[in-house]
């Protein structure tokens, strides 16, 4: 797995290469200084992984991107600053086609540095596995349904999607669909720190018809509302004494992996909503959401899943697929029409 680094900072080069060169599999083939660097060497060292830092002096992140997209596109990872602004130029970068973020603290870096690594290794192996610039006409594909289902408008009280790696885009054009005559409320787990996932909520809410709320610790479920969840945590789903529906954050389960869980979404929407529950399992690494969806499958559960074609990673839909729990494997645009038809059947209805 061949990788090039891009930073304008030496310290910052040396040790994405050190815990790079951690794992046998991965080669860093290159080092760029700045964005100017990172296009060139892109186009003669052909990497399967770009990390690419965001400011940088001659020719920034973004603009960099840009180029690497149209000139030799690959799998790019962006190394953003865990500020407000760089949480907003790392969402900029995903609608671009940067593959994912990942936040740096720079003033907790050696304190952090371990679980960094972690994070790093895992994102350039799966990218770089699944990159979707490489594919080949023999890639394997599980079967699944690519037909539109037809659903009914009273069928769900709830749509819960959960994403990760290569999501924020997904969600743009699932949610940007979708008017303000859609009634069912949606929850959204997003794999993300918090200050992305607030700044995420604000962008969605600005592109959306629908209000799009970031769920800091409880929100009552509304029709006419998407609930983000705050990232680093948890966010499930109560259904009160009154029949209406709560969503509240928290830590648990403390087990999980992942922040916030798709399974601990999935898992307390079958107990709140049952089979009046539509799930929707977005591109992203490992397989977050197929424990929850099999309980929700069990109740009599909906659960669609992108399809393989359009996905950044095929890890999370390609374990619920692979389980034969989903009703469809459908693309983002399609999941956004196969959404929005349940509005224009209540209009119809």
Same mark, same amino acid.
Not at 311 to 321: A, D, E, L, Q, R
């Given at each position: 797995?061949?990788?090039?680094?891009?930073?304008?900072?030496?310290?910052?080069?040396?040790?994405?290469?050190?815990?790079?060169?951690?794992?046998?599999?991965?080669?860093?083939?290159?080092?760029?200084?700045?964005?100017?660097?990172?296009?060139?060497?892109?186009?003669?060292?052909?990497?399967?992984?770009?990390?690419?830092?965001?400011?940088?002096?001659?020719?920034?992140?973004?603009?960099?991107?840009?180029?690497?997209?149209?000139?030799?596109?690959?799998?790019?990872?962006?190394?953003?600053?865990?500020?407000?602004?760089?949480?907003?130029?790392?969402?900029?970068?995903?609608?671009?086609?940067?593959?994912?973020?990942?936040?740096?603290?720079?003033?907790?870096?050696?304190?952090?540095?371990?679980?960094?690594?972690?994070?790093?290794?895992?994102?350039?192996?799966?990218?770089?596995?699944?990159?979707?610039?490489?594919?080949?006409?023999?890639?394997?594909?599980?079967?699944?349904?690519?037909?539109?289902?037809?659903?009914?408008?009273?069928?769900?009280?709830?749509?819960?999607?959960?994403?990760?790696?290569?999501?924020?885009?997904?969600?743009?054009?699932?949610?940007?669909?979708?008017?303000?005559?859609?009634?069912?409320?949606?929850?959204?787990?997003?794999?993300?720190?918090?200050?992305?996932?607030?700044?995420?909520?604000?962008?969605?809410?600005?592109?959306?018809?629908?209000?799009?709320?970031?769920?800091?610790?409880?929100?009552?479920?509304?029709?006419?509302?998407?609930?983000?969840?705050?990232?680093?945590?948890?966010?499930?789903?109560?259904?009160?004494?009154?029949?209406?529906? $709560?969503?509240?954050?928290?830590?648990?389960?403390?087990?999980?992996?992942?922040?916030?869980?798709?399974?601990?979404?999935?898992?307390?929407?079958?107990?709140?909503?049952?089979?009046?529950?539509?799930?929707?399992?977005?591109?992203?690494?490992?397989?977050?959401?197929? $424990?929850?969806?099999?309980?929700?499958?069990?109740?009599?559960?909906?659960?669609?899943?992108?399809?393989? $074609?359009?996905?950044?990673?095929?890890?999370?839909?390609?374990?619920?697929?692979?389980?034969?729990?989903?009703?469809?494997?459908?693309?983002?645009?399609?999941?956004?029409?196969?959404?929005?038809?349940?509005?224009?059947?209540?209009?119809?209805?």
């Amino acid at each position: 797995m061949r990788v090039l680094v891009t930073d304008d900072s030496a310290f910052m080069r040396r040790a994405v290469c050190t815990m790079l060169a951690a794992d046998p599999d991965i080669e860093v083939v290159g080092v760029a200084h700045n964005g100017k660097e990172a296009v060139d060497l892109a186009k003669t060292l052909k990497p399967d992984v770009i990390t690419l830092d965001i400011e940088m002096p001659e020719m920034d992140g973004l603009t960099a991107l840009r180029h690497i997209m149209r000139t030799a596109p690959t799998q790019v990872l962006m190394l953003s600053s865990l500020t407000t602004e760089g949480s907003t130029a790392s969402l900029q970068a995903l609608k671009l086609g940067a593959a994912d973020v990942l936040a740096k603290d720079q003033s907790n870096f050696s304190m952090n540095m371990s679980k960094m690594q972690v994070k790093l290794i895992q994102l350039v192996k799966a990218l770089a596995q699944s990159n979707p610039h490489r594919k080949t006409a023999s890639s394997q594909k599980p079967a699944a349904s690519t037909e539109l289902p037809r659903f009914r408008a009273s069928q769900f009280d709830l749509i819960c999607i959960g994403s990760s790696t290569g999501g924020p885009p997904v969600l743009e054009t699932i949610l940007g669909a979708l008017p303000e005559t859609l009634r069912t409320p949606i929850v959204v787990a997003q794999h993300m720190p918090v200050i992305f996932t607030r700044s995420m909520a604000e962008r969605l809410d600005k592109m959306c018809a629908l209000s799009v709320k970031h769920v800091e610790e409880r929100e009552a479920v509304k029709s006419g509302y998407v609930y983000l969840a705050r990232g680093g945590k948890h966010m499930q789903i109560h259904k009160l004494s009154s029949g209406r529906l $709560e969503a509240r954050v928290g830590t648990e389960p403390a087990t999980a992996v992942y922040k916030p869980s798709v399974d601990a979404l999935f898992s307390s929407s079958a107990k709140a909503t049952g089979s009046k529950t539509l799930a929707i399992v977005l591109t992203g690494i490992g397989a977050d959401g197929l $424990e929850g969806g099999r309980e929700l499958h069990k109740i009599g559960g909906t659960i669609l899943a992108q399809n393989q $074609e359009t996905c950044v990673v095929y890890g999370m839909p390609k374990s619920v697929t692979e389980a034969g729990i989903t009703t469809a494997n459908l693309s983002p645009f399609d999941l956004g029409k196969t959404l929005r038809s349940l509005a224009a059947t209540a209009a119809a209805a």
